[in-house]
């Protein structure tokens, strides 16, 4: 059974930098294209940044292109999410997810339905 773990959120001021962890088991992972998502309070769930496991395609919301950073590393079976330049507008509770459905630049069109628990992010200006 595939599990994700979120990790690494924190307080942070705006101008800082965070580093979020995804830890994956469960199953090869080498063919999927998984991705980061946020759910800010009152609002829906939207798609951050996705990556095929294998390398070379990245996708990122226009709001933190050049200062997000979607990364894997295949010995870890780990996830990352480099945000630097933060604001307070990406204060959300961040989750990991498998990407059923994508495009070849690895933007998730659909997920699991199963989401973990996440990790909070908060950005104080």
């Known amino acids: 059974q595939v599990q994700l773990a979120e990790s690494g959120g924190g307080w942070v001021q705006a101008g800082g930098s965070l580093r979020l962890s995804c830890a994956a088991s469960?199953?090869?992972?080498?063919?999927?294209?998984m991705g980061w998502f946020r759910q800010a309070p009152g609002k829906e769930r939207e798609f951050v940044a996705g990556?095929?496991?294998?390398?070379?395609?990245?996708s990122y919301l226009d709001s933190v292109k050049g200062r997000f950073t979607i990364s894997t590393d295949n010995a870890k079976n780990t996830l990352y999410l480099q945000m630097n330049s933060l604001k307070p507008e990406d204060t959300a509770v961040y989750y990991c997810?498998?990407?059923?459905?994508?495009?070849?630049?690895?933007?998730?069109?659909?997920?699991?339905?199963?989401w973990g628990q996440g990790t909070q992010v908060t950005v104080s200006s």
């Open positions: 990556i095929s496991w294998s390398g070379g395609s990245t």
């Open positions: 997810n498998i990407c059923t459905r994508a495009t070849i630049q690895a933007m998730c069109l659909a997920t699991r339905d199963y």
């Open positions: 469960g199953r090869t992972f080498s063919s999927t294209i």
